[in-house]
């Protein structure tokens, strides 16, 4: 099979690599720009654990292939702390940690990367928005009951920070918003 040139842009920085058209945006991020955050488990887009970020939409990894992202933005967990200092976590990270949201940690990159995106609306967000914006990851080890806690602390910080005049805009990435 002819190989095809590819340039990928993850996390701000360009990957190519000339590559089978067959292969997998998953596999591209994990083998060719050797970002393993980004976790694979049923291969068919039904868990959600391989979602990323492809020009700031949650996209299943493992069901587009990485010719299909040449020349796009793709955003990683491992993104998600771009411009914070060492070891400091962003925002909604650290809300998942405080409310206990995670176990194993599999699917945890996949629930971040599709729920980043509603933190940076400016809608009011019920339980039932933030359990449709999560329907679409699986986990086997929760109850989603601390997921939905963490994700109320996340717009809790980050809108309290924007209304408030005497600190800088909280960012869910760690970016300047």
Do not use: W
């Not at 700031?56 to 020349?71: E, K, M, T, Y």
């Not at 928005?129 to 980050?158: D, K, M, P």
């Amino acid at each position: 099979m002819d190989k095809r040139k590819v340039e990928i842009e993850i996390n701000g920085r360009v990957h190519a690599a000339e590559i089978e058209p067959r292969l997998l945006l998953s596999d591209f991020i994990r083998y060719e720009a050797r970002l393993t955050g980004t976790h694979v488990g049923c291969e068919h887009g039904v868990c959600g654990a391989c979602t990323v970020q492809v020009d700031g939409l949650p996209i299943r990894s493992c069901l587009l292939f990485a010719v299909q992202a040449d020349g796009c933005e793709v955003r990683t967990v491992e993104g998600m702390t771009a411009g914070l200092p060492y070891g400091q976590l962003s925002v909604l990270q650290q809300a998942f940690h405080e409310k206990h949201a995670l176990q194993c940690g599999f699917c945890t990159p996949g629930f971040l990367l599709s729920l980043e995106p509603l933190l940076l609306s400016d809608v009011e967000l019920t339980d039932d928005q933030i359990r449709s914006a999560l329907s679409g990851n699986l986990c086997r080890c929760t109850g989603y009951q601390n997921i939905v806690a963490g994700v109320r602390l996340a717009v809790e910080r980050i809108r309290g920070d924007r209304d408030s005049p005497d600190s800088e805009a909280a960012t869910v990435a760690g970016e300047p918003g």
